[in-house]
């Protein structure tokens, strides 16, 4: 299983961002893939999900209007552009695939994760 997730960085509040996320096509092309984030001391939390068709996308009240999620099938890789960022938003940010093709938030849903990447806001 090959799953790689990067693009994060440093960026000023209310600035963008976009992650990717690569897997193999193997790995991911039939089913859902989510991204998830962690704070220090914290537990990880669910940020936002894409079906294998590119449907069924959920995302995280905190994100909701502001982070769009989306895959591109053909390459096997999977966008989190992140805009109007808030200093709340820093965090580690990790793709992971999951079990099926739908999923919802729950990390249960999710077997494959790659290394995280991390988004770095500053005021």
């Known amino acids: 299983v090959q799953l790689q997730a990067f693009g994060g960085g440093l960026v000023q509040a209310g600035g963008s961002l976009r992650l990717s996320c690569v897997a193999s096509?193997?790995?991911?092309?039939?089913?859902?893939v989510g991204w998830f984030r962690q704070t220090p001391g914290k537990e990880r939390e669910f940020v936002a999900t894409i079906g294998w068709s590119g449907g069924n996308i959920l995302y995280a009240d905190s994100v909701k209007g502001r982070f769009t999620i989306s895959r591109d099938r053909a390459t096997g890789t999977v966008y989190l552009q992140m805009n109007s960022l808030k200093l709340e938003d820093t965090a580690v940010y990790y793709c992971?695939?999951?079990?099926?093709?739908?999923?919802?938030?729950?990390?249960?849903?999710?077997?494959?994760w790659g290394q995280g990447t991390l988004v770095t806001v500053s005021s």
């Open positions: 992971a695939v999951a079990r099926r093709a739908l999923a919802g938030r729950d990390r249960l849903d999710y077997n494959y």
């Open positions: 096509k193997r790995t991911s092309s039939n089913n859902a």
